[in-house]
């Protein structure tokens, strides 16, 4: 069983910064991680993906946080970061991070494992 916890998020004013980490407890991801995010009363929605695949590195993004948004990977430690600048009202949600999806990087129901989300509020 692999373990995925996220830390780094809280409260920030709008524009402001965080940078949220996923510590995997193991290697097990041997394609892909992303984060997803999800708003009270909403579907989880994805937000950043980062795969990786003969040597080479793949990200994508929803294109509601593209340019504000990057994320990044140390193997080394098993952990995967989400730097977003410029944050929003809007972004407001609790953020997830997931492993091993079976298909997509953008569908939250084909991955294989969760964190147990954190928190980002961002006020106007």
């Known amino acids: 069983q692999v373990q995925l916890v996220e830390s780094g998020g809280g409260l920030v004013q709008a524009g402001g910064s ?8 193991r ?4 394609y892909a991680m992303g984060w997803f995010r999800q708003a009270p009363g909403k579907e989880r929605e994805f937000v950043a993906a980062i795969s990786w695949n003969n040597g080479r590195t793949y990200t994508y993004y929803d294109d ?4 504000r948004v ?19 009202p809007n972004d407001t949600a609790v953020y997830y991070c997931a492993a091993d999806p079976r298909t997509s990087v953008y569908s939250p129901g084909t991955y294989t494992y969760w964190g147990q989300g954190t928190q980002v509020t961002v006020s106007s």
Do not use: H
């Not at 509601?64 to 340019?67: A, D, F, L, P």
């Not at 990057?70 to 929003?88: E, F, G, H, R």
């Open 70 to 88: 990057t994320i990044s990977s140390d193997n080394a430690k098993n952990t995967v970061y989400l730097q977003m600048n410029s944050l929003k």
């Open 18 to 25: 965080l940078r949220l980490s996923c510590a995997a407890s």
């Open 64 to 67: 509601s946080v593209k340019g």
């Open 27 to 30: 290697r097990t991801f041997s």
